[in-house]
């Protein structure tokens, strides 16, 4: 059994988060510890420990996660700049909280990621 995490509280709303966006599959909120100007964390109402748990049951929620992304820069005001969205998964990319989540990161220029 995967283990809950502190987001498993903030989808339950059990703990404070500034909350943007949430459904029945999606929470959507503002990173404790920005990055950028806009920086908030997308994540799905089930419990998935890493990229590695995903399964092809959750193609759909990838997807709808995704497209919650584009609605929230959109908000955010940030499509039209641009944003970067990151996942980590495990110690090498020093995934934190395992509760798979999508950043996305806006609001100035972040700057070439590779290349
Ligand atoms: P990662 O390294 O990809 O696992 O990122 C975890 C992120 O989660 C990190 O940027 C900080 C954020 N975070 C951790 N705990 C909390 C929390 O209690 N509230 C909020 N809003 N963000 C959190």
Redesign the pocket.
């Known amino acids: 059994m995967a283990q809950e995490t502190?987001f498993s509280k903030?989808i339950r709303r059990e703990?404070p988060?500034?909350i943007v966006f949430q459904d029945d599959k999606v929470t959507a909120?503002?990173?404790?510890?920005p990055?950028a100007p806009t920086?908030i964390?997308i994540i799905p109402n089930k419990l998935i420990p890493t990229i590695n748990d995903i399964t092809e049951q959750d193609e759909m929620l990838l997807g709808h996660m995704v497209i919650v992304v584009a609605k929230i820069a959109k908000q955010e005001g940030i499509d039209e700049s641009g944003y970067r969205l990151?996942?980590?998964c495990n110690k090498d990319?020093?995934?934190?909280?395992f509760h798979i989540?999508m950043?996305l990161l806006g609001g100035k220029n972040l700057g070439r990621l590779v290349g």
């Open positions: 502190i903030i703990i988060a500034d909120f503002r990173d404790i510890s990055q920086h964390l990151i996942m980590n990319a020093g995934q934190e909280v989540h950043h």
